[in-house]
């Protein structure tokens, strides 16, 4: 801390200066490289995402490609493999989950009353030791044997048969890992410490809320995965034998682990989407979230309960009677908290005063689709039900469901709601709607017809499949085409003029029932926001001196 | 902007037009419509009339579990099929508020935003209810959860052992014991795919030698692994299982229809994951014993002694029976190999004098770079006749032979 506080007093000096650029601050390529701004940084973060989730979309057609008709046409099936494990790998490390801090570093600091983020410099070493690991995990398709090809759960001891770009993948995701923890530390202690005088826990916003919890989530389970994937790296060249069965090791015992990490991850990619729609939802209602205080308690219950139901999704592995039936308990009460939010979002909505721009669009749609991945994840969560459907497509339009329609829903929304605060300018409310409409229905296009095909026994991961389930297929590959297009007008309608300031002025508050402190700043929010903590009102939510 | 859509919301007639208008009417159309052609188009481009449903695997284009036969598949289907009413329920319930609030409680209509923004009771009603309703669910789950689990009584046992990628099938105990054999994907089907020509209702699903397995008799099916994880799975039978390398776990099931079922493999194996489908024939008792005499007899028959010598010419041509249905899905039939996979064809290995790194080379596999080990997995006599049939054929003319007591030999190496 003692490194950071002086920063905002430094400003202090010379408030009275036009302090944009008094301070001489980098400018050029070092403002990026050598960024300590949150809001730099929060740039950096969002645009690295949404590179890595256009990398990974395209690996998503390429595999929907090869999918379109049965027979092999494009791709040999290791290949494929390929595709479907970086896909997965990118999405999940590369897009998800920094683009969720990108929206952390822009918005707590602002949400708070904080100057900038606690640990400014470890918050510039976050984001860059993204770019290696990124590098490192999407040039593996250049290396001798190609890219992983063992599925982004990459289980043992099909890793261990995989060639150099195991390794890669695996220092990759150890970057990641170590990235992600120091983001979550940052962003703990700026919420612990640095809050404006007034914004007790229990008045902050929601997203700063869910952010809170989804910070511990990450800095428990990120050295699991860490553990996992270097237990790998030893059985693959140091002749250890964690794993590996050849030498008395337990493949199983991998999937344990990895699930450990691997469900409460489900959470740190779904739980920031939360808070975002509990901020949407009260602003665009007109009328206060309801049942503040539930939703922190469900948020907190979702959190832990997301640590005893790993097994879950290892029903299949022939687990004793006992074993699954306490996962299968365990997992079907998550349900009762998450169905807590999604009713208490129903009641802000009920008799408030609604309009639909694009921020409460996708809010709406994502309670909406969310609300359909949680009733399969319900099915899937009966054990004898989840044994049929385990590795079929269902489960893979289970969580795209949840994946895209509520942690890529949730930011779209987030986007439009706060991008006028970041770039000063209004974006087009037609092409919001025409983003939101074209994405809900190719996103159902291509991930409906997904539930038939593993109710009717097609498994995931394969190059080729029987005759019977082309048709569904097809549907889904035209469905993703449509979806990816959508997304690179998003880019290039939206994203880019709003870039270049192209777009009506926006108003410091442009959303008439918004409230919290990032509307008490103008639009654009200034380089420095709150260099002196604000006097707040009771609420929290508004400066008054 | 809030000027621009106040206008643009200000008219006070209230109809579903109006509505689906307010949420962008242009975009709505224009994407239903792209929707609506793509779709038609794929029906009509893509739907293969000729394709029709396999007995016992896949229906074209289904929406539901393959029909059940057994007792537990039957179960998961009743359970599955209560918790698709349930959630239609809550669906229909719970948007039903939602899309009611939409409606009514927008700006647009005149709608002034209440002030409410708790209540002790209803919150705790929507944490109780739910809370009773999965505990019901969990309830009418357990009784089948147990019963997938009792695998006790078995009349017959049988071993299945994933290798990549083939199924190997042991029984082990029950009418049968003793018989053994590998069942592998029909080497047509994996060429029809290569050449992205699918044909037929059982593209991909056609195996050389299925499991088969009595009517009415509780099979238990062990399974393991050799290599990685595979899943042994056939929907009609509400069993999948992995089969776990270095572990044995165990299922079962109990067929009550005489027929033909399908699975695929359930665990991603590696490159031919798609490619190690599961076939189980189910046969009346009569017909099952007389399946187990016939392949008694043939077994006898077919029993190699690893002490035989051979001369070139039928070892030559077993081996090249051995090499098209295990070493052309990667080596290709031409000897040239694909991609990673190394050429035989030339090859200094192949047409080495010393035919020992060879032999040791298919015994053992090399492993990281996808060339599983063979030992065990064929026989002695299969191997050296495949190694004789790759020195002697395409541009290789060594001349050589390679006899069951060379690779005896190596074995022991």
Known sequence: MSAVLPHPIDHGHDHDHDHDHSHGHPTGWRRWVF???????????????????????????????????????????????????????????????????????????????????????????????????????????????????????????????????????????HLMGASSIMGSINIIVTILNMRAPGMTLMKMPMFVWTWLITAYLLIAVMPVLAGAITMTLTDRHFHTSFFNPAGGGDPVMYQHVFWFFGHPEVYIMILPAF??????????????????????????????????????????????????????????????????????????????????????????????????????????????????????????????????????????????????????????????KFHFWSSLIFFNITFFPMHFLGLAGMPRRVADYPMQFADFNAVASIGALGFGLTQVYFLLFVVVPAMRGKGEPAPQRPWEGAEGLEWEVPSPAPWHTYETPPKLDRTATKVIG | MQLALARQEGSNYVTTMMTIRKLGYGATRAALAVSAFATTGVALAFGDKSVTDLPGGPRANGLDFQPAVTEVADQIKMLHYGMLIVCTAIFVIVFGFMFYSIVKHRKSVGHKAANFHESTAVEIAWTVVPFIIVILMGAFATRTVVAMKDTTGADLTIK??????????????????????????????????????????????????????????????????????????????????????????????????????????????????????????????????????????????????????????????????????????????????????????????????????????????????????????????????????????????????????????DEAK
């Open chain 1, 275 to 432: 808070g975002i729609v509990s901020q949407v939802v009260p602003a665009f209602a007109r009328k206060r979230l309801f049942g503040y205080t539930s939703m922190v308690y469900a948020t907190s219950s979702i959190a832990i309960l997301s640590f005893i139901v790993w097994a879950h999704h290892m029903y299949t592995t022939g687990m004793p009677v006992t074993g699954q039936l306490f996962f299968m308990y365990a997992t079907m009460l998550i349900s009762v908290p998450t169905g807590v939010k999604v009713f208490n979002w129903l009641a802000t909505m009920w008799r408030g005063s609604m309009t639909f721009e694009a921020p409460m669009l996708w809010a709406v749609g994502f309670i909406f689709v969310f609300t359909m991945g949680g009733f399969t994840g319900l099915i899937c969560s009966m054990a004898p039900i989840d044994i049929q459907l385990q590795d079929t497509y269902y489960v893979v339009a289970h969580f795209h469901y949840v994946l895209v329609a509520g942690s890529l829903f949730g930011m779209f929304s987030g986007y439009y709601y706060w991008a006028p605060k970041w770039t000063g300018v209004m974006y087009s409310e037609t092409r919001g």
């Open chain 1, 35 to 173: 960024a300590t701004n949150h809001k730099d940084i929060g740039t950096l973060y969002l645009l690295f995402a949404f590179t890595m989730f256009l990398v990974g979309g395209t690996l998503a057609l390429l595999i929907r490609l090869e999918l379109f008709q049965p027979g092999l046409q494009f791709f040999n099936p290791e290949l494929f493999n390929q595709f479907t494990t970086m896909h997965g790998l990118i999405m999940v490390f590369g897009a998800i989950m920094p683009a969720f801090v990108g929206f952390a570093n822009w918005m707590i600091p602002m949400q708070i009353g904080a100057a900038d983020m606690a640990f400014a410099r470890m918050n510039n070493l976050s984001f860059w030791l993204l770019i290696p690991a990124a590098l490192m995990l999407v040039g593996s398709f250049f290396l001798p044997g190609g890219a992983p090809a063992a599925g982004w759960t990459l289980y043992a001891p099909l890793t261990l048969q995989m060639g150099p770009s195991m390794d890669g993948g695996i220092f990759a995701m």
């Open chain 2, 160 to 409: 299945a052992t994933g290798y990549q990628w083939k199924w190997g099938y042991d029984y082990v105990k029950g009418e049968g014991e003793g018989l053994a054999f590998i069942s592998t994907l029909d080497t047509a089907q994996r060429n029809l795919s290569e050449e992205g020509k699918p044909a037929g209702n059982d593209y991909l699903l056609k195996v050389d030698n299925p499991l088969v397995v009595p009517v009415n008799k509780k099979v238990r099916i062990i399974t393991t692994a050799d290599d990685v994880i595979h899943s042994w799975s056939v929907p009609a039978f509400g069993v999948k299982q992995d089969a776990i390398p270095g572990f044995v776990r165990d299922t079962w099931f109990l067929a009550n229809k005489v027929g033909t079922y399908y699975g695929m493999c359930s665990e991603l194996c590696g490159k031919e994951h798609a490619f190690m489908p599961i076939r189980v024939d189910v046969l009346s008792a009569a017909d099952y014993t007389a399946w187990v005499d016939k392949q008694k007899k043939a077994l006898a028959a077919a029993a190699d002694d690893p002490k035989k010598v051979w001369d070139i010419a039928p070892l030559e041509a077993r081996g090249e029976k051995v090499y098209l249905a295990n070493c052309a899905v990667c080596h290709k039939p031409d000897g040239k190999g694909a991609g990673p996979v190394k050429p035989l064809d030339a090859s200094p290995v192949v047409n080495d004098k010393d035919p020992n790194a060879q032999i040791l080379t298919v015994l053992h596999g090399r492993v990281p770079q996808g060339m599983p080990a063979w030992q065990g997995k064929l026989s002695e006599t299969d191997i050296a006749a495949a190694i004789t049939y790759t020195k002697n054929s395409w541009s290789n003319h060594t001349g050589q032979l390679v006899q069951p007591a060379d690779v005896v030999a």
